[in-house]
């Protein structure tokens, strides 16, 4: 008679093989960084990668390094020979810890922590050295100071969304905390970027975290409101109001009408954090919940279907993965593919990290598809913290770490194979305040 152990040492080794995918190609930035978690923050837009990492101010003038690489006819990916730094930067701002590319354009933060607004640094791409004219600052209007201005980043290139929900980085500093956060849209023309007005929830809903997380396509903003997020060190756990995710559609009159709510399960409403990482398409919409204060973390999709958004189903890696309270920290879309990223994620005795697409199967469910495996080493307990992606091109932080030899830093770039049936995922210097227009549809 089989032993308990016995049965479940044969599950295991009867799971069904993930096909795994190696790198295609290794970015490094193309000289020293400064930065100590320089390639922690990554993006990808069409034929194009940036890696970077948070940098502080210490004197003002130009900060940062941003590597650039770009994808060339013969197959290769080559650097520009300069990394591009963030200009006209105030003493004790911290730069570079978020950052958005969408087509031509990128955007950075630029945080203060002295209690004045936070600004966004706007980049159009250019035949320069490092790839990057910097041409505009995006900055919340005149009146009230907004310190966690950029707080979230996302663009499709001519629409800008922008948050104010307090993501920095304040060392023993206590975030900033917003009873009714905005979130600011710009607009691209021209004559540079144009503030447009905000989408605001109703202050009697306690939505303290509307903006936490951000994901956008053409003519679609999603945004993420969970009732708490992790609280920064010696800082008490901040509660707002019921967690939702918030679905606009830009109608024919140019506003933003809901389209739709996501809210977490009845049975699991424990998991405040529902709404701290989403990703979208036209079509679908990927949402990471926690229970933030402990060890439960999970990923919900949910699509669109003719009578509006519906739940579509949960992603669990097979068993031999063990999701940890990172699962789902980074999520992208990658051509109808979901893609997971949880640094905390254990698999035996490798190191601890994760990065896997899950694909709808022939039965309508969302199911592991493919692993993201490196063939070169990863910093330990960082791999899978940065994913984004671009039609069937996946690019992966690869963070740089001195101790365990992993220098400068850069990125790792994977391509999926192509889907048999899944759809495609939709894919002069000026200071531009934003308007203090609301935006919200009646």
Same mark, same amino acid.
């Given at each position: ?44 837009? /069409?034929?194009?990668?940036?890696? !970077? @990492? &948070?940098?502080?101010?210490?004197? #003002? $003038? ?6 650039? +690489? ?65 041409? /505009?600052?995006?900055?919340?209007? !005149? @009146? &009230?100071?907004?310190?966690?201005? #950029? $707080? ?6 001519? +629409? ?79 509660? #707002? $109001? ?201």
């Amino acid at each position: 008679m089989l032993s308990f152990t016995s049965i479940f040492v044969c599950a295991v080794l009867s799971v069904p093989p993930i096909p795994t995918i190696s790198q295609i190609a290794i970015l490094d930035a193309p000289s020293p960084t400064v930065s100590p978690t320089f390639g922690m923050v990554v993006a990808v837009s /069409g034929d194009r990668v940036v890696a !970077t @990492g &948070a940098d502080p101010s210490k004197a #003002g $003038g130009s900060v940062g390094q941003i590597a650039t +690489f770009e994808f060339q006819p013969t197959g290769e990916w080559k650097p520009f020979r300069e990394m591009q730094s963030v200009d006209g930067v105030k003493v004790g701002m911290m730069v570079l810890q978020r950052m958005t590319m969408a087509g031509s354009i990128m955007l950075v933060s630029e945080d203060r922590r002295d209690g004045g607004s936070s600004t966004v640094a706007a980049f159009e791409a250019a035949e320069t050295n490092s790839g990057w004219k910097q041409n /505009g600052l995006l900055e919340p209007p !005149t @009146g &009230a100071p907004e310190p966690a201005f #950029g $707080g979230v980043i996302v663009s499709d290139g001519v +629409f800008a969304a922008i948050s104010t929900v307090d993501m920095r980085v304040l060392g023993d500093k206590p975030r900033t905390v917003n009873p009714s956060p905005k979130v600011f849209l710009f607009k691209r023309g021209v004559d540079g970027w144009k503030g447009l007005g905000f989408l605001q929830r109703v202050e009697a809903l306690k939505p303290t975290f509307f903006g936490a997380a951000l994901s956008m396509t053409p003519n679609q903003l999603v945004i993420g409101c969970p009732k708490a997020i992790t609280a920064a060190p010696h800082q008490d756990l901040v509660v #707002g $109001g019921d967690a939702v995710v918030v679905i606009y559609r830009m109608n024919s009159d140019g506003m933003w009408a809901i389209d739709g709510e996501l809210k977490p399960p009845p049975d699991r409403l424990d998991y405040i954090g529902f709404g701290s990482t989403i990703a979208s398409s036209d079509s679908i919409v990927a949402v990471r919940m926690s229970q933030v204060s402990s060890q439960g973390s999970a990923v919900l999709v949910y699509r669109r279907g003719e009578t509006g958004w519906v739940y579509d189903g949960e992603l669990n890696p097979l068993i031999d993965i063990t999701p940890g309270i990172g699962w789902g920290i980074s999520l992208a879309i990658a051509d109808g593919r979901i893609v997971v990223g949880d640094p905390t994620a254990l698999n035996g005795d490798k190191n601890p990290g994760y990065a896997g697409a899950f694909t709808k199967d022939s039965n309508g469910t969302w199911a592991e598809s493919v692993r993201f495996q490196p063939n070169v080493p990863v910093t330990t307990a960082r791999w899978g913290v940065g994913i984004r992606a671009d039609g069937r091109r996946v690019v992966i932080a690869r963070p740089q770490n001195e101790r365990e030899g992993i220098i400068p830093g850069g990125a790792l770039v994977f391509m999926l194979p192509p889907a048999d049936s899944t759809p495609r995922a939709s894919t002069p210097s000026t200071s531009s305040p934003a308007s203090t227009k609301s935006l919200t549809a009646p």
